[in-house]
Nanobody
Framework: VQLQASGGGLVQTGGSLRLSCATSGHTFSSYTVAWFRQAPGKEREFVAG????????SYEDSVKGRFTISRDSAKNTVYLEMNSLKPEDTAVYYCAADRGVIYSSIPDFRAYDWWGQGTQVTVSS
């Protein structure tokens, strides 16, 4: 499964960005797709995840109410809408996908075999 992440950029505090994670030649059906982020000197951190079939979503506490994960089946794409961005949201954002991810493992990066290349999000203060 090839994943293509895009949509990162430079925004000011309070701004918005929408990240996309697309797959080509494949479908996300039966997959869990998640976004992780990694800031310099920090560990990879779960941001949000969505189960494709059920549309069940989960979020890391610090992004709840600001970020929304969604999916478009026609485009085989998962989106991460990020609003009210803060400087601490600055990181490289990665999308990941896999099948058979149990609910308790959605935030665990080790549960995913397929990863996109990452897209940089920078929030200036």
């Amino acid at each position: 499964v090839q994943l293509q992440a895009s949509g990162g950029g430079l925004v000011q505090t309070g701004g918005s960005l929408r990240l996309s994670c697309a797959t080509s030649g494949h479908t996300f059906s039966s997959y869990t797709v998640a976004w992780f982020r990694q800031a310099p000197g920090k560990e990879r951190e779960f941001v949000a995840g969505i189960r494709w079939n059920s549309r069940h979503t989960s979020y890391e506490d610090s992004v709840k109410g600001r970020f929304t994960i969604s999916r478009d089946s026609a485009k085989n794409t998962v989106y991460l809408e990020m609003n009210s961005l803060k400087p601490e949201d600055t990181a490289v954002y990665y999308c990941a996908a896999d099948r058979g991810v149990i609910y308790s493992s959605i935030p665990d990066f080790r549960a995913y075999d397929w990863w996109g290349q990452g897209t940089q999000v920078t929030v200036s203060s």
